[in-house]
């Protein structure tokens, strides 16, 4: 079983860069792919962006160029930098980890999942 806990919400001024941080505890972390993933009230949870075993890395479009997703097995924690946030991008955001080496967009590719961070992007 993997453990997963976010850190790095709140509430972040439009343009803002907040870090958000996944701790993953209880197994071998260095060979699982992680991703973020979030949801805004009444909408569906929607890929983010995911990172795989060897650093190999996918992104939505509404965040490439924007967000960076990144891994220190030595830690056993994943980040996602956000960068230029807007207040469309306010969301519950969740970490999440596959047991698949390069898992696809959907969340039915993930089999852990922390209890999500809130960002909320308002002046």
């Known amino acids: 079983q993997v453990h997963l806990v976010e850190s790095g919400g709140g509430l972040v001024q439009p343009g803002g860069s907040p870090r958000l941080s996944c701790a993953a505890s209880g197994r071998t972390f260095d060979d699982y792919a992680m991703g973020w993933f979030r949801q805004a009230p009444g909408m569906e949870r929607e890929f983010v962006a995911s990172i795989n075993w060897i650093g190999g890395t996918k992104y939505a479009d509404f965040v490439k160029g924007r967000f960076t997703i990144s891994r220190d097995n030595a830690k056993i924690t994943a980040y996602l930098q956000m960068n230029s946030l807007k207040p469309e991008d306010t969301a519950l955001y969740y970490c999440?980890?596959?047991?698949?080496?390069?898992?696809?967009?959907?969340?039915?590719?993930?089999?852990?999942w922390g209890q999500g961070t809130q960002v909320t992007v308002s002046s």
């Open positions: 999440s980890g596959s047991r698949f080496r390069t898992p696809g967009r959907g969340a039915s590719d993930y089999h852990y």
